[in-house]
Structure formats: structure tokens, C-alpha cells
């Protein structure tokens, strides 16, 4: 089992940024690698980026490519994603997951995931 808990949402203008906090508890951090996904009002979740084990590999949404960067810190449990030049499209609840899952190509699919947190809002006001 490993626990995730996510912070750092909140309320910011078009243009703005910040930067979200995914703090994990329990097994070994640095056996998962790690994903953050979104789900806005009336649409399914969907995948925004992902973090391999040691960092090494990192892959992105189309949507958020030179916009946001996913990054962790395996002695202190947490991995982030930092979201610069956000647009209204971006409000939602963000999520992070923990996957065992090794091949790159399948971290988009929720399915692959085992833990999740609870989720953080992030508003984007226009």
C-alpha cells in the first residue's frame, strides 16, 4: 500500500502559475513511478504527465507539453508538478497515482494505476 495525498490547488488568473504537491506514505516511494491526471466538470479523467521511478523518464499530455513539468523528490516522498502559463482549460481536480507500470506508453491509462489520492482543485480564472 502506499498513500498519496495532494495539495497546493487553489484559485489563480489566466497566465499564472503553481505548483502541485503529491506527498506519499507507506511503501517505497521510489518503487513507483508516478502520474498526475485531471478531470474537469462533466469530463472524463484524463492523463497530464508522468515520472518514472528515479526521474529519469518523464512523458506528457499534448495539452500541457512546454507548459507544465513533473518532477520528484524520492527522499522526501513527494513528487510535484509545476504549471506555468495556465489557461481557464485547465481548471480541474488534479489527481496523482502510483504505478508499477515500467513501459512509458502505457502511463496514460488510469487503468494502470493503483493508488490514487484524493485530488486537488485547481482554478483558472479569465
Known amino acids: 500500500q502506499v498513500q498519496l495525498v495532494e495539495s497546493g490547488g487553489g484559485l489563480v488568473q489566466a497566465g499564472g502559475s503553481l505548483r502541485l504537491s503529491c506527498a506519499a506514505s507507506g511503501r517505497t516511494f521510489s518503487n513507483f513511478n508516478i502520474g498526475w491526471f485531471r478531470q474537469a466538470p462533466g469530463k472524463e479523467r484524463e492523463f497530464v504527465a508522468a515520472?518514472?521511478?528515479?526521474?529519469?523518464?518523464?512523458h506528457y499530455a499534448d495539452s500541457v507539453k512546454g507548459r507544465f513539468t513533473i518532477s520528484r523528490d524520492n527522499a522526501k516522498n513527494t513528487a510535484y508538478l509545476q504549471m506555468s502559463s495556465l489557461e481557464p482549460e485547465d481548471t480541474a481536480v488534479y489527481y496523482c497515482a502510483a504505478t508499477r507500470q515500467n513501459s512509458l506508453t502505457l502511463w496514460v491509462s488510469e487503468h494502470e494505476y493503483g493508488y490514487w489520492g484524493q485530488g486537488t482543485q485547481v482554478t483558472v480564472s479569465s
Open positions: 515520472i518514472s521511478k528515479f526521474g529519469a523518464s518523464t
